[in-house]
């Protein structure tokens, strides 16, 4: 399973971004998708994650400003960014738990896109 994100720029601070991740490959069915954040010198945190049903969560620094959601054919996640503040910026990275043909699920990450907003 691979996963491609796009959508991460530079932006100024109160503006919006939207990222996007696809994943292709030979799997049955995607669980969850989600999107982490790491920003220089820190650990990789959770941003906000969606089941295939639809269920929604994310951290508290990104409530009321980030909406996540998954593409008609359940491949895709997308995660609409507003407001975004200078401590937005990171490398956001889509993570994906998909069932494969053998009937695992195993996990699978995608490249980061880079975000910064600038002051």
């Known amino acids: 399973v691979q996963l491609q994100a796009s959508g991460g720029g530079l932006v100024q601070a109160g503006g919006s971004l939207r990222l996007s991740c696809a994943a292709s490959?030979?799997?049955?069915?995607?669980?969850?998708m989600r999107w982490y954040r790491q920003a220089p010198g820190k650990q990789r945190d959770l941003v906000a994650a969606?089941?295939?049903?639809?269920?929604?969560t994310y951290a508290d620094s990104v409530k009321g400003r980030f909406t996540i959601s998954m593409g008609n054919t359940k491949n895709t996640v997308y995660l609409q960014m507003s407001s975004l503040k200078p401590e937005d910026t990171a490398v956001y990275s889509c993570?994906?738990?998909?069932?494969?043909?053998?009937?695992?699920?195993?996990?699978?990450w995608g490249q980061g896109t880079q975000v910064t907003v600038s002051s």
């Open positions: 993570n994906a738990f998909a069932l494969l043909r053998n009937m695992v699920y195993n996990e699978f």
């Open positions: 969606i089941t295939g049903g639809g269920a929604t």
């Open positions: 490959g030979s799997f049955i069915s995607i669980n969850t």
